[in-house]
Nanobody, 125 residues
Framework: QVEVAESGGGSVQAGGSLRLSCAAS????????MGWFRQVVGNEREGVAM????????SYGDSVKGRFAISQDNAKRITYLQMNSLKPEDTAKYYC??????????????????WGPGTQVTVSA
């Protein structure tokens, strides 16, 4: 059982930055695939980024490449999502997800077992 909880959401103007944090507990942190997803009401949940905690292998969704960066602090059991050059279309509820695994296999919701409650990010024009 892995428990994850997001923090760091808020409102920002276009072009600004935010950093989201995801704290994981209840399971050994090493050997987790940690992912960030986002969802707008009425739309499907979209994969943003993921990182494998053992070797820091990362992957990003096409819409955020070059603007967002995922990282992790193994000692603190926290995964971060640094979001730069934010656009109004980045407005969504952002979710952290986790799955114990030998690697990260796909940035799709069905690859992850454990989810946080989400944190809202609003980007104004």
């Amino acid at each position: 059982q892995v428990e994850v909880a997001e923090s760091g959401g808020g409102s920002v103007q276009a072009g600004g930055s935010l950093r989201l944090s995801c704290a994981a507990s209840g399971y050994r942190y090493n050997g987790l695939c940690m992912g960030w997803f986002r969802q707008v009401v009425g739309n499907e949940r979209e994969g943003v980024a993921m990182i494998y905690t053992t070797d820091n292998t990362t992957s990003y969704g096409d819409s955020v490449k070059g603007r967002f960066a995922i990282s992790q602090d193994n000692a603190k059991r926290i995964t971060y999502l640094q979001m730069n050059s934010l656009k109004p279309e980045d407005t969504a509820k952002y979710y952290c997800a986790a799955v114990p695994s030998g690697a990260c296999f796909g940035l799709t919701p069905n690859q992850f077992n454990y989810w946080g409650p989400g944190t809202q990010v609003t980007v104004s024009a």
